[in-house]
């Protein structure tokens, strides 16, 4: 592990002691587990804890990325503190896997290689590692084969992943996942889940719209929990005497609020919490919507719908082309 060692002063520079100092991961925002030694069964410091009187704290930590809060005489943040030690990289592999359709334990600090080209890849992860050793991380990572067709599954193997009960499957090719131990609390945290951004769009033909009923016009599938962002464009055709509606359908019914755009009444934010989304469409629009969505229910589908907002008059069209987007932002 490595050491960090800082200190608090005033605007003097005059050393504050009686400072409470509590250290974060800096993706998740979750307590971080530190140490006040490097031994082989450590000591585990608390968090928060305060500094010395000479103003001086430290701390020992795995490699990663850390903020560190100040508070009571000195209220600050120092964000994004790196800590790396070359004794804690990652110590194993590259271990290629996908000879054989059994299932494959990991090991700490491991890197899978899976190629999923005969079978799909099953893998276990370690039991909790505990605090009383130095651990890397894991990387799992997708090098050939038909991942779409063949999945790279993770099996928790009983602990948690990203906070949530339930395993996580990668289907996109060069998808990686890089996985570090967060505590039993917590689980497995995910610092990269598919890097490529899942989308869906409209080809073929186009959607008709022929009244309010809602109906689905674009979908994309979410393996994980976590914080996405959401972005999509529409092309519609609406009668002029009508106005467009839509909503969204997650898989924890996870409200998605956000800004759209395009529109005859110009920029607006929408709130899709409680009922669709009513917009004043005129004839022919390009509408782009935008918005950070939180899914707290992991794999699942978040659903797009569209419609004219009353049944009478000419059909609406959704267009070909028209398309949604979407991307990870907690890895």
């Given amino acids: 592990m490595e050491r960090h060692t800082d200190n608090v002063q005033n605007l003097l520079g005059d050393a504050v002691s009686g400072v409470t100092v509590t250290v974060r991961l800096t993706d998740l925002g979750t307590l971080a587990s530190i140490f006040s030694d490097d031994l082989a069964s450590p000591t585990v410091k608390a968090n928060p804890f305060t500094n010395d009187a000479d103003g001086e704290f430290f701390f020992y930590a795995l490699n990663d990325t850390y903020d560190i809060e100040l508070s009571g005489p000195v209220a600050e943040t120092r964000l994004s503190v790196e800590l790396f030690d070359p004794a804690n990289a990652l110590i194993r592999g590259p271990v290629l896997v996908g000879d054989t359709a059994g299932p494959t334990d990991i090991a700490l600090g491991e890197v899978i290689l899976a190629d999923v080209g005969s079978n799909a890849v099953a893998l276990t992860l370690p039991l909790d590692p505990g605090t009383n050793v130095q651990f890397p991380p894991i990387v799992v990572q997708h090098l050939a084969g038909d991942i779409a067709a063949n999945n790279i599954t993770i099996d928790r193997n009983g602990e948690l992943i990203g906070g949530v009960a339930a395993?996580?499957?990668?289907?996109?090719?060069?998808?990686?996942?890089?996985?570090?131990?967060?505590?039993?609390?917590?689980?497995?945290?995910?610092?990269?889940?598919?890097?490529?951004?899942?989308?869906?769009?409209?080809?073929?033909?186009?959607?008709?719209?022929?009244?309010?009923?809602?109906?689905?016009?674009?979908?994309?599938?979410?393996?994980?929990?976590?914080?996405?962002?959401?972005?999509?464009?529409?092309?519609?055709?609406?009668?002029?005497?009508?106005?467009?509606?839509?909503?969204f359908t997650t898989p924890g019914a996870d409200a998605i609020d956000g800004l759209v755009n395009g529109v005859t009444n110009g920029l607006a934010l929408f709130d899709e919490s409680a009922a669709e989304v009513v917009l004043t469409s005129g004839s022919l629009e390009s509408v782009d919507v935008s918005a950070i969505v939180?899914?707290?229910?992991?794999?699942?589908?978040?659903?797009?719908?569209?419609?004219?907002?009353?049944?009478?008059?000419?059909?609406?069209?959704?267009?070909?082309?028209?398309?949604?987007?979407?991307?990870?932002?907690?890895?």
Wanted: proline share 3%; hydrophobic share 50%; net charge negative.
């Fill in 294 to 331: 939180v899914l707290a229910a992991g794999a699942g589908t978040i659903q797009m719908r569209a419609a004219k907002n009353a049944d009478a008059g000419a059909d609406g069209t959704f267009h070909i082309g028209s398309n949604l987007k979407l991307r990870r932002l907690d890895v």
């Fill in 167 to 247: 395993d996580i499957t990668l289907t996109t090719p060069n998808a990686s996942v890089i996985l570090t131990w967060g505590g039993s609390a917590f689980g497995w945290a995910i610092r990269n889940f598919e890097p490529e951004v899942l989308i869906d769009v409209v080809t073929g033909s186009d959607i008709n719209l022929p009244d309010a009923t809602l109906v689905n016009v674009l979908a994309v599938d979410v393996q994980v929990s976590g914080i996405y962002a959401l972005d999509a464009k529409l092309l519609l055709t609406v009668p002029a005497a009508d106005d467009f509606q839509f909503d």
